[in-house]
Nanobody, 118 residues
Framework: QVQLVESGGGLVQPGGSLRLSCAAS????????MTWYRQAPGKERDSVAS????????NYADSVKGRFTISRDNTKNTVYLQMNSLKPEDTAVYYC???????????WGQGTQVTVSS
């Protein structure tokens, strides 16, 4: 049974930092592209950052470039999202997504809430 478990969300003041983690189990982690998505109330779920299966390639949404960093540790089956200089508009539920690099199989985590407010 595949599980993606996010952690690290919470309440932070504007300008602060958080580090999200997503621990994967039940799959060969190094075969999956990992992506962080977020969904704010009343809005669509959007991609924030993605990282290739080996970790050699990353992509970011324009809104987070220079502030967020995605990374992964394939020995720990975990992907991270370091979020710095947080803004109120970063408030959302953040989801971890795994996409199999050889096919269409994918999985979602349950999400973790990030709230940026003074």
């Amino acid at each position: 049974q595949v599980q993606l478990v996010e952690s690290g969300g919470g309440l932070v003041q504007p300008g602060g930092s958080l580090r999200l983690s997503c621990a994967a189990s039940g799959l060969t982690f190094s075969d999956y592209t990992m992506t962080w998505y977020r969904q704010a109330p009343g809005k669509e779920r959007d991609s924030v950052a993605s990282i290739s299966s080996s970790g050699s390639s990353t992509n970011y949404a324009d809104s987070v470039k220079g502030r967020f960093t995605i990374s992964r540790d394939n020995t720990k089956n975990t992907v991270y999202l370091q979020m710095n200089s947080l803004k109120p508009e970063d408030t959302a539920v953040y989801y971890c997504h795994a996409k199999y690099r050889f096919g269409s199989v994918d999985y979602w985590g349950q999400g973790t809430q990030v709230t940026v407010s003074s």
